[in-house]
């Protein structure tokens, strides 16, 4: 299979193709694991690559992540099947008190991918609900957003929440959104942050040291 | 010589030079102040009667200041909105939510949160076409409760300060467009289906230009300018390439633009948050005046480069951070910023200062009144 055809059908945000493409691919036998780390991967990361750099927009990268998920769709069911795992399991939300979902959609699009395995909770995620995700899908990182100044302090409060349920030592916790910054990730002791969601996956790469 | 206020902001709108920069403060619908941050500013300012009488808007989230308030920090400006129609399809819901005269479901997360949109009426279809337009009502727009008593309530500010009156008009072509069709599904559709989109702007484009006929015609004469809102602006760029915007939206605004200089010889504020450098050259073709809030900590959006390289054609309004340096700056912080902004962006006229977006219940009263009393004092001109 030339999977750059698929790379290039997500790059292009062609997600009738690139589901066609995918359900050919699975039946002539193809491992989903495979189409998605030679196919997808490669596709979002090239439109991770000029979101970042500033050559495209929004709406660009919203149809590739459509074409994306559209073969997805077709070959991750199919995983849990064969036995074959993600690179790692994400748990990611808007906290508690915001209802902005905006900007943690596009970041959890990009995690996803990116080859990540990602669990969206939404917008408006209490500090137990997050807790309670992370026990249920072994998870390797807790991921918060918060686009009011005013619920910032729910970010600390949901890490304090993930120390009494004793899961704060088994997970990274990564924050973003526009009032949060690096500062604000040592001070409340996150371990990772990012800007925007371009960097995200690469921030998710360093403290899960995958490639 | 002394400049009343209303001079002074028509001086600076006019690029010229002014006895200290102009100052608004709740004259916009983000300009305006969260109603803890006021509570918290009335005590430290010894005016907590003014807390009896604090009038809400947009359902609670924020507060107008009051005017004693306004007076006090020697305001210039005065903000007015067109009203609610008589006619509409507004509907509180269980909870706090409601649906608005566009279809969309709106909610808040707690008591004084802000609303948020949550679900707009187009919002689930997932291949739209143009005659999807018309499978759902919208507002009229020559419904006479929008401008009723407007023009009795501008006339008595006129003749009882003498402050610059700005027009609010409701949302523009595209802020609408994506509260009725969904944020990310209309750009999705700004590529995938351009005939839908194309259509959708059309309609609401139709409604805006006939709101702001109709409010014009009525108070045209009487306002020393008329902002309009359209957000096309994340942290880090605007939201469409100029190019997508050049094909699927300049026209919309172009067109709203000849409306509203065809009604008013106010200039035209356009407001949108965010890192727009890239359309600005755009918006000015459209007949844009003046661009409120100048996000200075979004990508591009350096004061001192906007101002060397549109301040010929452009004025601007707003530019002291709500994100770092309002809520957790000092007050000296606070005061560099105002100061900076005035040697910036002030010089040679062109801008009226205020906070970038509404002041967050969190900022610090200190930091406010180091932000209006810096402003007042600093008349040096900018050199």
């Known amino acids: ?211 | 010589m002394t400049l009343t206020h209303r001079e002074r902001v028509i001086l600076a709108l006019n690029h010229e030079e002014t006895d200290r920069v102009p100052i608004d403060f709740g004259g916009g619908p983000a300009t305006q102040i969260h109603p803890t941050a006021y509570s918290n500013l009335l005590a430290m300012l010894g005016f907590e009667e003014e807390n009896q009488a604090v009038s809400h808007r947009g359902e609670g989230q924020v507060v107008a200041p009051s005017e004693r308030v306004l007076q006090h920090f020697d305001v210039d400006v005065r903000g007015f909105y067109t009203g609610e129609p008589d006619v509409s399809i507004y509907r509180p819901l269980e909870g706090s939510a409601y649906i608005d005269e566009w279809g969309a479901r709106w909610e808040k997360a707690f008591t004084l949160a802000p609303y948020i949109n949550v679900l707009g009426p187009l919002q689930h279809l997932t291949d739209p076409v143009p005659a999807d337009v018309d499978s759902i009502p919208w507002p009229v727009p020559d419904d006479p409760g929008r401008v009723r008593g407007l023009r009795a309530r501008m006339e008595a500010m006129r003749s009882d300060t003498d402050c610059a009156i700005v027009l609010n008009l409701p949302n523009s072509t595209f802020a609408l467009s994506q509260r009725v069709r969904g944020f990310g599904e209309l750009l999705e559709d700004l590529l995938l289906n351009q005939a839908f989109a194309e259509a959708l702007q059309e309609r609401i484009t139709d409604v805006i230009c006939g709101i702001a006929t109709l409010a014009l015609q009525e108070v045209g004469d009487l306002i020393d300018g008329v902002s309009i809102a359209d957000d096309m602006g994340t942290q880090t760029q605007s939201y469409m390439s100029p190019d997508l915007y050049r094909s699927m939206l300049k026209k919309h605004h172009a067109r709203f633009g000849e409306v509203l200089h065809a009604n008013t010889r106010a200039p035209v504020i356009m407001h949108s948050d965010g890192s727009i450098r890239q359309l600005i050259p755009d918006l000015i073709d459209c007949g844009v005046n003046v661009i409120n809030p100048v996000q200075v900590n979004a990508e591009g959006m350096d004061p001192e480069k906007l101002k060397q390289d549109f301040g010929r054609d452009l004025c601007f309004w707003g530019g002291i951070d709500t994100q770092q340096v309002l809520p957790f700056g000092t007050p000296e912080d606070v005061a560099n910023a105002v100061r900076g902004r005035h040697r910036d962006l002030g010089r040679g006229g062109g801008y009226v200062l205020a906070s970038v977006h509404n002041i967050q219940s969190e900022v610090p009263p200190e930091n406010i009144i180091a932000m209006f009393e810096t402003a007042m004092s600093d008349v040096t001109a900018p050199v």
């Open chain 1, 1 to 211: 299979m030339n999977f750059s055809e698929l790379s290039e059908m997500v790059i292009t945000g062609q997600h009738i193709a690139a589901a066609e493409w995918t359900q050919n691919a699975l039946d002539q036998g193809v491992e989903p694991i495979e189409l998605i780390n030679k196919g997808l991967v490669p596709g979002m990361d090239e439109i991770g690559r000029r979101w970042k750099e500033g050559g495209i927009h929004m709406p660009e990268v919203l149809i590739a992540a459509r074409a994306m998920k559209a073969s997805m769709a077709l070959a991750k069911p199919l995983i849990a099947v064969s036995g074959q795992e993600m690179k790692g399991t994400i748990v990611i939300g808007t906290v508690k008190g915001d209802l902005h979902d905006i900007g943690k959609n596009l970041v959890s699009m990009m995690l996803e991918g990116a080859g990540f395995e990602v669990h969206d909770l939404g917008n408006n995620v209490t500090p137990e609900a997050f807790v309670a995700a992370a026990e249920e899908h072994d998870t390797d990182i807790v991921a918060m957003s918060a686009l009011l100044t005013t619920t910032v302090p729910m970010m600390e409060a949901t890490i304090a929440a993930l120390v009494a349920a004793e899961v704060r030592q088994n997970v990274k916790v990564m924050i973003g959104g526009a009032p949060v910054t690096q500062a604000l990730a040592n001070q409340i002791g996150a371990d990772g942050y990012a800007d925007d969601g371009a960097s995200a996956v690469g921030v998710t790469k360093t403290l899960l040291g995958v490639d």
